[in-house]
Every structure is written in C-alpha cells, then in structure tokens.
C-alpha cells in the first residue's frame, strides 16, 4: 500500500490513507477484509486496479457485510445504518439455546443490566465455582465486548462491569451475561446511523 502511495495511520497500522487529485481515499485492512471510502469513485477504481495488481482481491462492490456487521446505505439522506442482528442471533442460539428447538419464544430482558450488576462479588480464583463457569463466562463477555464496541454503545457500560470478574465469575455472573445477550436479542434490530444531517434535538445541542 506505502509503495502505491497510501500513508499509514500512526494510530492504527491496518488504516491507510491518500490524497491524490483533490480527493482522499482511505482504506481499512482486517486480516483479508478490506474496506474502502473516497470522495472520487472514478479514482477509487484506478488506484483499486493497481491494488488488485499485487494482491489477490474480489471485485469492488459496496459495503453490505464484514466481521458480523450488515451495512444498509440511504443515499437519500447521504448515510448509512449500521446492525449486528445475524451475530446477535448467533450468539444468542449459542448460549441461550435455539428457541425452536424450546417450542417457545424467550421473554427478553428490558435492559442491559439490573442493579444487581453491581452487587456481583469476586469469588476466589481457584474455587470449583470459578472452574465451572470461567470458560463460558470469558467467551460470552468477549462476545458482547465485539458488538458493544462496533455498533452497541447501550451495553457497553454493563460489558465494562462484566470484564471485571473474568478471573473470578461464578453462577450469578454467568446468568448476568446472558440476560445481556437476552436484552440484545430482544432489540436485535436496533442499528447505529453514520452520516446524514443531525436530527432536530440533536442540532440543537451543537456549537455555532
């Protein structure tokens, strides 16, 4: 990419950066996924051609899907909706069980989290109690830590309480998990909107 002309971002070495006739052109690199944003589409195709020149890439074509995130475009309003409901129902097939296969629809949690949350206590480390649960309990959290980060913002101070106990969780912290997965399940729909113009409360609140 450098020796194409991109610019690596000092904060992030997988996030590459070009300006080039007026236009910048920025691209993201995650293992083999790659994603790219332009103000030119007509230079995108160019420098996406001499890309494609040393490595092995598949035809450009817009955004809909990559690491368990949908993309949904409104060009109309000049931004895009972002979701995670087929991970969210993954996940949720995965530690709450299929409800097909139960032969009923589950009860959702309302909310993230309770008050409870924050009466968990740490166990001792090496408890048989620990022991049981840890293993599950550490997947789940870095389950819901993946969607609170990317798209998620309304769980993530519960996940930020959740990743205190992943040396010392127990029954209680397990079923505080997954009664965050329940919640997210019950709003899997739910999306993030990047782009477009401020909504009327919102602009409001700006500067100038």
Known sequence: MV???????????????MEKEDHVIFCAFYIDDGVFASTSM????RIFKQISTKLECTPLEELSTMLGMQFVHDREQR????NQTQYIRMIAKKYLGDPDAQG??????ALPCSPSILELELLDPQSEEVAK???DYRSIVGSLNWVAMNGRP???LGVSILSRYLHCPGAKHLQAAKDMISYLEGTENLCLKLGGKPSEPFRDLLPG
């Open 3 to 17: 020796e194409i002309g991109f610019n690596v971002c000092p904060v992030d070495p997988c996030l590459f950066r």
């Open 154 to 156: 309304d769980i993530a």
């Open 79 to 82: 931004c895009f909706w972002l």
């Open 42 to 45: 007509g230079l995108l195709e």
């Open 104 to 109: 009923k629809a589950r009860k959702h949690k």
């Open 133 to 135: 649960h840890q293993p």
